[in-house]
């Protein structure tokens, strides 16, 4: 009996104890509910306050717009298609651009036309030029000179993007605050204010930004961002960066000067980034420009790139689609039967004229048809494998996800632009010596004795040199500008028109997404695809 | 944290049962004439375990005798047809794949597939609300088609052996008394459990086959002459020049030859369970076992599911006072997933180049199948979960404490060879849990006015915690197709710590995630009762959930309900009532949201991918952080959504019992939701999220339960009916928007929130004569042998503005008929399922009839399965468009190719005797309380209009698109014996 009685006296003191555990757990405080935070994000009471809050928020706007212009590969869906030399396998969507339906019921297409994306990356940049300065006075390793720099940046990537927008759409709304949380409805300002806004938002970054980051650019000497220009050459906007955006600013609104002038500050600056232990700013030797060797802008960040962003492998950025490699690309370099697109073979036999040319010519050696654009030249779809940067920059591989940087503008570019707006201005010698600096290393020269052209010459040779870096019809806009003929350009709905009916209908545009449209009755559509 | 927290328990738990043997045997010896009135008591531990009142009739429960004989794996698939008002989805026959039900009504959108998880009802099994997969997981997934991890059905780990019970309940007041858990209603299980008495054994066991369908097989040929009058009266040279690869050569033996592809694919298997049951002890400690063991079979792509689950419940008394009662139910799902391209294409967010689809030719596909053995696909979860209840009775106030708790944890380590993709070989990993505790305290105080006034009150509060994690890698391209594995360095002080690239050479990619959601919860209740008239229910809770935002987390809702007699108050000496009553309710409780990102306000996330590419990491070296400008724009003033409802329900019986009916009509309003508004693009965001959605819907439900004969030495039957009507209706949008477009989705107040927004087809047009003068279609100008669309607003111009609701993704009417016929120790049960007035779209129609922009695509949409190569007896012609017109013909948002989805299914036939009853077995002396002999054959026949295999196999969001596995026709021999 006294067994059980304490066996009793245990269970007792064994419920009694959970009792108590229980009641232990279940805490009344209400603080679970009240106190608890996310973390799986930041908050306007986590965000803008520590230097890795600028850091973080500042390259989130770089990547904003990297992914703003090759999502979709809409940098050379919009670039390189339209009466572009590629010819498209099989893709519906394609060939409307091609044909100029642009307004085809395609997703892709309804993708690209949608403006969104370039209004977040220009939305980021507007926050953080309000916001930034708040950690100022929060971090004492935040300084001013660090976030004016900062700023300048978010300043160049929102301008970079006007003018890319009005490339593309004409006249855009133009909106130079965050406008946090209030949805404002705006129309399309006028092609000429947002380019002037771009302009005088460059022109002061510019006064700011330095030529390097991290390195010893006495503008701004020491770490940036706590990595040195090694690690920021190719990634970050630069003051070239931003003369160049600039040149090319002027020149599509047919300022030649100015355009002539930012550009020759470039070309004159070239030196100032071969310091501080980076690979340095170089004109591209053929094995850079397309076989990944080590000044590659395509296979890696580099100083070789002026303008433009990069998806580093080692950084996990691999991606399939954003790369020109996912249109142009088949066996052997990757596993695909055909390519999406490519340069037919009278394109080719028409745009590289010189047999001496070593993006495609004949190999004195070998006797044979050279290989750094174009593959399989023989057969029906020769392969354009002039950028061809797959898995962790290899020239082939199986894995079809790419690491190539989207590239505007290299030095080639900057001095083609140059050559162009000595041309226009009438300075022959100029532009031919630009011309020929840009060529140099591709075994063809414009002699001053030749017959053609020399603006001609210089778009031929952007089209040679920048085939595939979603420049083409930005071109042709310009030498059509340029050379005012009364030919006809394009036909409307069988109504042939000049280049200047064609640019004053606004054909030279896209049309808008309908989704634009519909999110913001204000937005018009472009007249010429009403 | 959480492995500590399980252990906790079951050390707690441990220390319960131990001290249990020991109190069994005490209390045995010396409390024996105590045992009546334990006994009693015995009864109010079992009644404290399910802690909600018992549901009156049969209108809400599952014939649990009749299911049991069924061999159906999920919760979902034994409720299906069974309850009424309940609409249950099995998109997939894959055996564990996820389903859905949907009680009353979708209380949300339904056009992804994360909508269809907000829309889902509490589950409680023994009170303890489990916990689902939290849909945060899509957010770093490029498709939806299954969510990251193991993806098995979590439901699925209930076996109905030892199953008491399942109702739904739909009551205002019992669900305000659940909580915000059961805003969408709520489907009660309670397991066998643990009671005093003699021991009691069972075991349960059938075995069977899932059976091949017949299909007919087709070739590159009837592929071929498909496609010839597309080309033959549209292709241009350059048309041509593009012709599908694989079936330009017609002696290419690989599309051409034999299509015997489907006895490799579609096989009879066997599928099996056995189980038993334990249940027994004194009158103060109690206890009940159970185990089993389930293969679940699928037809197709040797798919299966593996189920082991063990029970195990104990009562206990240690004073007359106090009782503890503690249940724990595990279970461990072995998932055999399919081999389908498109499952593994999305998985591997990687689309090689698909211009050569499988061969229908069984050697050459055999050759596929043979390089999948050498993948790697383990997938598990593993479930553990119960409740520990501390009951104290002095005098009239009843304390009760209860510690309930779910942990789930899925595993998948996944690979496939190179040889599978192009050169590449692949793996992924993930490792996710969720988890849930929860701690229920009450007081019930019983006071009695006099005889005829009762009032009893109850005080509680409760707390839950629960959180959702997951870890998740992919990786590509290792060293070769043996290394299945990914490596690291995890040297800290190495160069190359954890870079995977260069341990092991695979690419990878990484993901975690972990969010956490509290609810505390205070309130309290009063039950009147008048004689035994009338009876009214109220009850007032405070709730706070931390997924609201700070100044919206706590909300207070009433509810109530009542119900009246009327047989006893005026019918009493009527004789063909038997009962008669007429209750009704109104109650309101909060909804918590899903993800914890609507209670940051304005807020930074790392977004900066797009459609294609949707987790970009960052840039530079850098993780970037930005405004959630992809998926929407979230600022303050959001305010967490209420679930209203209203319930009145007339049911009686008649003739002696012999039937009984049930009238229920609810309305339901599920208000000031959250969704994301369109905004102008111009500052880069997609949406602004506002609260303000209203949604509602109403319906009528019937049920019916009759004997129609029953003679006991003949035939007796008794059959029963359940009808379900709903209609959805959208009712306001927020800041009094009326109409709102969600990319191909529209929703409009008003009109049902489940409606296609489609263009009415109305033919061709043959001639470039019948078109009118400039008609476009969004500006491209239409073509002779482009559709004929209706140009609703006449202005020339087909667009968005020419698209209409029409049609529902939901059915109007659900429900089911059983019947049991009985003959001596026979029994023949047969059960149908129905479902009407649900639309479809055919997107697999839309892919084949819209060949040249499906393939030239090259997307997740151009995957042609194995399982293509058949053809239907019921396929639709169309007509015969340019496919290669830029208006896309045979684009999916026409009313051309939506259908009629309705259906009715023999789901069930069972035959079965019972050996027990028979002479000749109680002759001999056995005391078998129960041996049953059964056969039972499911899916036997479908009727349906829908032109695609089975309409149960749409998607959740009504699209039909052919790749989901066949629901088979299982045929099962089982016994079940009681000793």
């Known amino acids: ?357 070593l993006r495609f010519g004949i190999d004195p050696v070998t006797r044979s048809y050279r290989t750094n654009y174009f593959y399989n030249y023989q057969s029906e779809q020769p392969i354009f494998n002039k950028v061809k940067a797959i898995y962790t920059g290899q020239t082939a591989s199986n894995v079809a996800l790419f690491s190539s940087s989207m590239v505007f503008s290299r030095l080639e570019e900057i001095s083609l632009l140059r050559a162009e707006a000595l041309a226009v201005l009438g300075d022959r010698e100029g532009a031919i010596t630009a011309l020929n600096q840009a060529t140099n290393l591709r075994g063809v020269t414009y002699l001053s004795s030749s017959k053609v052209p020399v603006i001609d010459a210089i778009f031929a040779e952007r089209r040679r040199e920048l085939m595939g870096e979603g420049w083409r019809w930005y071109d042709i806009i310009r030498y059509n500008k340029i050379k005012n003929s009364n030919n006809i350009f394009a036909n409307k709905n069988g109504v042939a028109m000049t280049f200047k009916q064609f640019e004053a209908a606004g054909g030279i545009y896209w049309p808008v997404s309908q989704d634009v449209i519909n999110a913001n009755p204000s937005i018009t559509q472009n007249p010429y695809w009403n | 944290m959480i492995r500590i927290n399980a252990c906790a328990l079951c050390t707690v738990l441990l220390s319960v049962l131990c001290s249990s043997k020991v109190a069994a045997k005490v209390y045995q010896d010396t409390l ?229 592809w489907n006895d490799l694919y579609y096989q009879n298997t066997p599928t099996y369970s056995v189980n038993l049951g334990i249940t027994g002890g004194g009158d103060r400690a109690n206890f009940r076992f159970f185990g089993s063991g389930t293969k679940n079979a699928g037809n197709a792509d040797h798919t299966s599911l593996n189920r082991y689950n063990l029970f195990f419940g104990i009562n206990m008394l240690p004073f007359k006072w106090l009782t503890v009662s503690s249940a724990i139910n595990t279970a461990r799902l072995d998932r055999f997933r399919n081999n389908s391209l498109r499952d593994r294409f999305a998985e591997q967010r990687y689309i090689p180049d698909l211009s050569n689809p499988l061969s229908p030719n069984a050697a050459i596909y055999q050759g596929f199948l043979n390089e999948t053995k050498k993948n790697v696909d383990n997938n598990r979860s593993t479930i553990l979960n119960g409740n520990l209840t501390l009951a104290a009775k002095i005098n009239k106030l009843t304390i009760t404490s209860s510690l309930l708790f779910d942990y789930n944890e899925g595993i998948r380590d996944y690979f496939t060879p190179s040889t599978l993709l192009d050169g590449v070989s692949y793996i992924s990993n993930y490792f996710g849990y969720s988890q849930r505790i929860l701690l229920n305290n009450n007081a019930a105080y019983k006071y009695e006015i006099n005889e005829d006034h009762t009032v009893d009150f109850e005080l509680g509060q409760s707390f839950q915690g629960d959180t959702y994690k997951y870890n998740y890698a992919r990786a590509y391209n290792g060293p070769n197709d043996f290394v299945k594995l990914n490596k690291v360095q995890g040297d800290v002080l190495k160069d190359d710590y954890l870079n995977t690239l260069a341990a092991s050479g695979f690419y990878v990619f990484r993901y975690i995630d972990k969010e956490r959601n509290n609810l505390m919860s205070f309130y309290g209740s009063a039950k009147y009762s008048y004689k035994k008239i009338l009876t009214v229910n109220a009850i007032l809770r405070r709730d706070g959930t931390s997924n609201g935002q700070p100044d919206s987390r706590w909300v207070t809702t009433p509810a109530f309900n009542a119900d009246w007699d009327i047989k006893e108050q005026l019918l009493k000496n009527n004789e063909t009532f038997n009962s008669l009553h007429l209750s009704g309710g109104w109650g309101r409780v909060l909804r918590i949201f899903l993800d914890d990102r609507f209670a940051a306000g304005p807020q930074y996330r790392s977004e900066s991918g797009w459609y294609e590419e949707p987790t970009i990491p960052g840039y530079g070296s850098a993780l970037g952080i930005n405004r959630p400008y992809e998926s929407g724009f979230i600022g303050y003033g959001i305010k967490v959504p209420t679930s209203d409802r209203t319930n009145l329900t007339l049911n009686a019986s008649f003739f002696k019992n012999r039937l009984s009916a049930a009238v229920t009509a609810y309305n339901r309003n599920d208000n000031n939701q959250i ?190 399965e194995i399982s293509s190569w058949q053809i239907f007896d019921n396929g639709k012609n169309y007509p015969i468009y340019n496919p290669f017109s830029p208006v896309d013909a045979y684009r999916v948002d026409q009313d051309l190719f939506l259908e009629d989805a309705s259906y009715a299914k023999l789901r069930s036939v069972t035959l079965g005797y019972d050996f027990g009853k028979a002479k000749f077995f109680k002759k001999s002396g056995s005391n078998l309380r129960r041996a049953y002999l059964y056969v039972t054959a499911m899916n036997l026949f479908t009727i349906s209009k829908f032109s695609g295999l089975d309409p149960e196999l749409i998607n959740y969001n009504g699209y039909y698109d052919g790749a989901n596995l066949t629901i088979p026709r299982t045929f099962v021999l089982g016994f079940k014996l009681d000793l």
């Open chain 1, 1 to 357: 009996m006294n067994y059980t009685i304490n066996k009793r006296n245990s269970l007792y003191k064994v419920s009694i104890g959970i009792i108590v555990l229980l009641i232990g757990f279940g805490n009344f405080s209400c603080k679970k509910i009240d106190n608890l935070q996310s973390n799986r994000l930041a908050t306007e009471t986590t965000n803008w306050k520590t230097l890795e809050d600028a850091k973080a928020n500042l390259l989130s706007i770089y990547g904003l717009m990297r992914s703003a212009s090759v999502s979709d590969n809409g940098h050379w869906l919009m670039g390189d298609l339209r009466q572009g030399d590629f010819q498209i396998t099989n893709r519906a969507d394609l060939k409307a651009i091609v044909n100029g339906q642009l307004n085809a019921s395609y997703p892709v297409i309804n993708r690209i036309t949608n403006w969104r994306r370039f209004y977040a990356a220009i939305n980021a940049a507007s926050l953080y030029i309000e916001r930034s300065g708040e950690i100022l006075k929060l971090d004492p390793r935040y300084t001013e000179l660090n976030n004016r720099v900062d700023i300048a940046q978010a300043r160049m990537i929102r301008a970079f993007a006007y003018f890319y927008m009005s490339r593309i759409w004409g006249d855009v709304p133009l909106v130079t605050s965050s406008h946090d949380g209030d949805f404002v409805q705006l129309s399309r300002t006028s092609q000429d204010k947002v380019l002037a806004f771009a302009t005088n938002e460059l022109l002061a970054a510019g006064q700011v930004v330095p030529f390097r980051y991290g390195g010893t650019d006495p503008i701004l000497p020491g770490l940036y961002h706590s990595n040195s220009w090694t690690g920021w050459n190719g990634i970050l906007f630069t003051r070239l960066s931003c003369y160049a955006m600039l040149a090319h600013i002027a020149a599509w609104q047919g300022n030649y000067l100015d355009a002539a002038n930012y550009a020759k500050f470039v070309l004159e600056n070239q030196a100032t980034q071969n310091k501080d232990g980076s690979f340095g700013l170089a004109y591209l030797d053929m094995a850079s420009l397309t076989e990944n060797s080590s000044n590659s802008p395509f296979a890696f960040k580099r100083a070789t790139l002026i303008v433009g962003f990069p998806f580093e492998a080692g950084n996990g950025l691999l991606t399939a689609n954003g790369h020109l490699e996912q249109l142009t690309l088949a066996s052997p370099f990757i596993p695909k039967t055909q390519p999406e697109m490519f340069v037919p073979k009278d394109t080719i036999n028409k745009v590289f004229t010189d047999p001496f040319d």
């Open chain 2, 675 to 864: 969704i994301g508004l369109p905004v102008p693009f111009e500052l880069g965001y997609s949406a602004n999220y506002k609260s303000g959605m209203n949604i509602n819907n109403k319906g009528l439900e019937l049920v019916v339960n009759g004997l129609v004969t029953d003679q006991s030495k003949s035939l007796s039957w008794t059959t029963g009916i359940n009808f379900s009507y709903n209609q959805n209706k959208l009712k306001a949008l927020p800041g009094g928007v009326t109409e709102l477009i969600l990319n191909d989705n529209k929703l409009e107040v008003g009109k049902s929130a489940g409606s296609f927004w489609l263009y009415t087809n109305q033919g061709i047009y043959n001639t470039n004569a019948e078109i009118p003068e400039g008609l476009t279609f969004n500006g491209i100008p239409i073509q002779a042998g482009d559709p004929k669309w209706v140009d609703y607003n006449g202005d020339n111009r087909i667009d968005n503005k020419d698209k209409v609701m029409t049609g529902d993704r939901l059915p109007k009417y659900v429900g089911g008929w059983n019947n049991t016929l009985s003959y001596k120790n026979f029994d023949l049960n047969f059960n149908v399922i129905f479902a009407l007035g649900q639309k479809a779209i055919n997107q697999y129609e839309a892919n084949r009839y819209g060949f040249v922009n499906a393939e030239t695509g090259n997307s997740i949409n151009s995957v042609k």
């Open chain 2, 32 to 260: 024996h004439q105590d045992s009546v009135k334990l006994k009693q008591i015995d009864k109010n531990i079992a009644k404290k375990i399910s802690s909600i009142p018992k549901l009156k009739g049969t209108r809400d429960t599952v014939n649990i005798k009749l299911a049991a004989l069924s061999p159906n794996l999920s919760l979902q698939q034994i409720v299906k047809g069974n309850l009424a008002g309940v609409f249950v989805q099995e998109p997939n026959g894959e055996p564990g794949t996820e389903q859905s039900m949907i009680v009353q009504g979708a209380s949300g959108l339904l056009f992804n597939k994360k909508d269809i998880y907000a829309l889902q009802p509490a589950v409680y099994l023994n009170g303890v609300p489990l916990v689902q997969d939290n849909p945060f997981a899509f957010d770093v997934q490029k498709y939806d088609y299954n969510r990251i991890g193991p993806a098995t059905n979590l439901l699925a780990q209930i076996d109905i052996d030892n199953i008491e019970s399942i109702s739904v309940i739909k009551d205002p007041y019992e669900l305000a008394k659940l909580g915000p858990n059961a805003a969408n209603g709520a489907i009660y299980i309670t397991t066998k459990n643990a009671k005093g008495g003699l021991t009691d054994i069972s075991l349960n066991s059938y075995f069977g086959f899932v059976t091949a369908p017949k299909v007919n097989t087709v070739n590159g040929v009837y592929e071929n002459n498909f496609r010839k009058p597309f080309y033959a009266k549209y292709a241009s040279a350059e048309n041509y020049a593009g012709y599908a690869s694989y079936l330009k050569d017609s002696t290419n033996t690989a599309y051409y030859g034999p299509s015997n």
